[in-house]
């Protein structure tokens, strides 16, 4: 297998870590405003007479920034990836900064220093807001199509999903149906920029065509398609509405059929097992997905009763078919899933996204064997003793 070299970036050792150029400028542009805070809050407090003594004046600085450094670090301000950041990391950032500004206070009173009280609650708004600010314009300007493509054009290693050598152009996507799924498309898709760019949604709701999605505007119902895939210059069209009739679907299927653009779609096996949409779920159009045939209602029930707590061999587990069984196999807990393929790649990526979403919550075990192998086959069935094994080999 190959394996792309890794590109060099930027990076400043501290000790035996390495740190990224990225955290690096957030690191310092931290303590550029505890700085500028500090001098705001004195002024603020007393603008006749702010600034104390240089011996003072150094001493607070120096102390609020080595102990808002330490303290920035324990409450984590530089492990998050702030462009996803939610609620809970601003309320952390909020809680570092009190720490900070309690310390400094405790210990300036001991050493008889201490600067007027209002001085320290001043600080603590003016940094939270400067801190909250300068994290909250950089998720605004990496969700910005326009501010991140001149940001990777200049620094390309600000871009870590990007690879070496590699520069695939960025599919310009239309959404069909503005729901559920439509919604958690856009979303993956803008966590990965350098792959994908969500441009327009259409949906034959006409209430919904003065909105968008996550900032992806709702250009129109199916009769608008042909003009929305030239004016926004669409690549890819997904079909997103997986419990539309068929009727509805094949509509949708020949407008789009006329623009040239690749069609694909959700499928319908992924939202009835678990209601997410992602897209390395995303398919062709198939067929069968437009023939008038009722749908098969799953019996959950039985298939848990019968899968659960048992171990699971599939064999083939890493082609096509099979990596899907162990997909859905894997849902329903078993106690061992066992893959079992001729090809060592596909088997291991399989692992790779069955430990990310399952963790230890069953024990996955890989073999590599041919099932050709008479020989090999006995070993694993009188070591492993499957209770069931679904042949997906060819």
Not at 246 to 259: E, G, K, L
Not at 275 to 282: C, H, P, Q, T
Request: charged share 20%.
């Amino acid at each position: 297998m190959k394996i792309a070299k890794k590109e060099k970036s930027t990076v400043v050792r501290i000790g035996k870590r390495r740190l990224s150029a990225r955290k690096f400028a957030l690191i310092i542009t931290d303590l550029i405003l505890v700085v500028a805070s500090l001098a705001g809050a004195l002024y603020l407090n007393d603008p006749g007479n702010f600034i104390p003594t240089p011996t003072a004046a150094l001493n607070a600085v120096l102390l609020f920034l080595v102990v808002g450094f330490f303290s920035f670090i324990t409450f984590g301000f530089y492990a998050h990836i702030w462009r996803f950041a939610s609620i809970a990391q601003y309320m952390q950032l909020l809680l570092g900064i009190v720490v900070q500004t309690s310390i400094c206070w405790g210990l300036m009173l001991v050493a008889q220093s201490a600067l007027p009280f209002p001085v320290y609650i001043i600080y603590m708004m003016l940094f939270a807001f400067g801190a909250a600010g300068t994290r909250i314009a950089y998720r605004a300007g990496m969700n910005n199509s326009m501010v991140r493509d001149l940001l990777y054009r200049r620094w390309p290693q600000c871009n870590h999903n990007s690879l070496p050598g590699s520069a695939p152009k960025r599919r310009r996507i239309m959404i069909i149906g503005a729901g559920v799924s439509g919604y958690q498309l856009i979303r993956e898709m803008l966590q990965r920029p350098e792959l994908y760019e969500p441009v327009a949604v259409i949906d034959d709701n006409p209430l919904t065509h003065t909105y968008r999605v996550l900032g992806v505007p709702v250009v129109g119902g199916r009769e608008d398609i042909p003009a929305a895939v030239k004016q926004y210059r669409v690549d890819d069209i997904i079909l997103a509405i997986p419990s539309a009739p068929r009727q509805t679907v094949r509509a949708f299927v020949d407008i789009c059929h006329t623009t040239g653009c690749e069609l694909k779609m959700v499928p319908l096996l992924q939202d009835l097992f678990d209601g997410k949409v992602s897209i390395s779920a995303i398919k062709n159009v198939d067929i069968d997905d437009l023939l008038g045939r009722d749908e098969v209602v799953l019996d959950t029930n039985a298939i848990s009763g019968y899968l659960e707590g048992e171990t699971v061999l599939v064999t083939g587990g890493g082609g096509s078919i099979g990596s899907e069984l162990c997909r859905q196999i894997a849902r329903f807990k078993p106690k061992r899933l066992i893959v079992f393929d001729i090809y060592e790649n596909n088997a291991y990526q399989l692992q790779y996204e069955l430990k990310a979403a399952y963790g230890n919550q069953m024990d996955l075990v890989i073999l590599i064997g041919s099932v050709r192998d008479e020989k090999r086959l006995q070993s694993v069935f009188q070591e492993y003793q499957p209770g069931v094994v679904f042949h997906a080999a060819a």
